[in-house]
């Protein structure tokens, strides 16, 4: 089985500021798909952003970033000028495709990001 | 819209009971799935589903039990086997066509015992 590791499992940042969330991740698979949940107070899991492995350019979405070290298997989320509504849990998943079209998601243990006004 | 939903939003149940926590989606997809979350914890797979009629454990079924007899209904099933049921349930889907693409989850269900 996949695992999935978040060793931060609190961390707080100011208003505006950036703050980097750490994932590393342990497969022998070649074809995978990493991602970034949002699950905010009301619990909702919020796709935030994804990385496919065979690609190289690291993933962007607006203030998210993701550092991909495929190498080092390491999936790091940045979240530039940070606002209130980003405090939330952050996990991590892996995803192995799955040859009848379903897909396993190992999912990380979280970290619970606050923003200070 | 389409999407995931799960009822109720919280549920009890009393020792011995058996509850069964709704999960409808209208995205049709195939494939659903169930998920158990504690605190500090990830989300464990319990069971999950590719077609009609077809289901396959997870990580942790054990004292769970599904039914797949609609494309768009995927019921789970508490039984009184399984002796720490208090949790935050999470059902999920994906269009098995696109392996690829992440799961839809729905809005979740919080079990407690009474």
């Known amino acids: 089985a996949q695992t999935v590791t978040q060793s931060q499992p609190e961390m707080s940042v100011q208003e505006a500021e950036t703050v980097t969330l750490s994932c590393t991740y342990d497969?022998?698979?070649?074809?995978?798909?990493l991602f970034w949940y949002k699950q905010p107070p009301s619990r909702q899991m919020i796709l935030v952003i994804r990385q496919e492995a065979y690609k190289q350019q690291n993933a962007t979405e607006n203030r998210f970033s993701v550092n991909f070290q495929k190498a080092a298997k390491s999936f790091s989320l940045k979240i530039s000028d940070s606002q209130l509504g980003d405090t939330a849990m952050y996990f991590c998943?892996?995803?192995?495709?799955?040859?009848?079209?379903?897909?396993?998601?190992?999912f990380g243990t979280g970290t619970r990001l606050t923003v200070i006004p | 819209d389409g999407g995931i939903t799960q009822s109720p939003k919280y549920l009890f149940r009393k020792e011995g009971q058996n509850v069964t926590l709704s999960c409808e989606q209208n995205?049709?997809?195939?494939?659903m799935y169930w998920y158990r979350q504690d605190p500090g914890q990830g989300l464990r797979l319990i069971y999950y589903s590719q077609i009609v009629n077809d289901f396959q454990k997870g990580d942790i079924a054990e004292g769970y039990s599904v039914s797949r007899e609609k494309k768009e209904s995927f019921p789970l099933t508490v039984t009184s086997a399984q002796k720490n049921p208090t949790a935050f349930y999470l059902c999920a889907s994906n269009d098995r066509r696109f392996s690829n693409q992440p799961q839809h989850f729905g809005d979740g269900t919080r079990l407690s015992i009474l």
């Open positions: 497969t022998s698979e070649n074809n995978y798909y």
């Open positions: 995205l049709n997809h195939d494939a």
């Open positions: 998943a892996f995803m192995k495709p799955l040859i009848t079209g379903a897909n396993n998601l190992f």
